[in-house]
């Protein structure tokens, strides 16, 4: 009987805890984006115009603001309003320091043409004979790339090691080439390689 109830138990757990935190990152999200309707006049919220509370809205706001703003950056004129904004923002002291930066680092990540998260690596890390999966995210350059290469001539790559099981976190190191080995696995199935623990394993490819 006790066997029974500990495998029940754990058997529960398999079905509902997967199911509870994808409701809870679901609800997190809606919510936080049910904010962008603090954007729109209170006359016209949709708690003001409907009888009940419906979340969910402000999804589909985020959604029709994004896809205006990348319909409008995406032909000519719009590339030069930008291009002035950038410079606008560049004059001012304190905010051209932080807007550079998340720029460049938003630019890489989802950009069409950026190269981050492309890849999966197996790494030796922390010591050697220890193993783990890393994503390129480019190639280092100026003065780090010159001290990187002194005395050695050899390729080297920037490579992010994310933590378990929260892959927000993790560590920025750079390898030569020769010691990043590639992996046939997408990004997606190494991100839930890693998320998992190492539990649910890519499939193999023939």
């Known amino acids: 009987m006790m066997a029974n109830f500990r495998k029940w138990f754990f058997a529960g757990l398999l079905v509902l805890v997967p199911l509870a935190i994808t409701i809870w990152l679901l609800e997190w999200a809606i919510s936080s984006l049910d904010k962008s309707l603090l954007l729109l006049p209170k006359a016209w919220h949709p708690d003001v115009l409907l009888p009940v509370h419906i979340p969910g809205f402000g999804v589909i706001l985020t959604l029709a603001v994004l896809l205006l703003v990348g319909a409008t950056v995406s032909n000519f004129l719009g590339k030069r309003l930008i291009g002035w904004w950038d410079a606008l923002l560049g004059r001012i002291p304190v905010v051209r320091s932080i807007y550079s930066s998340v720029k460049q680092v938003s630019d890489t990540l989802f950009s069409e043409n950026g190269n ?45 090691i994310p933590t378990t099981p929260n892959p927000t976190g993790g560590y920025m190191m750079m390898f030569k080439k020769s010691e990043c080995q590639e992996l046939s696995m997408s990004v997606d199935e190494a991100l839930k390689y890693v998320v998992s623990m190492g539990v649910v394993a890519p499939a193999e490819k023939f």
């Open 116 to 160: 981050a998260f492309r890849k999966a690596v197996l790494v030796e890390w922390p010591r050697a004979g220890t193993w783990t999966i890393g994503f390129v995210t480019g190639v280092p350059s100026g003065d780090v790339l010159k001290v990187l290469q002194h005395g050695v001539v050899e390729e080297f790559l920037s490579v992010y």
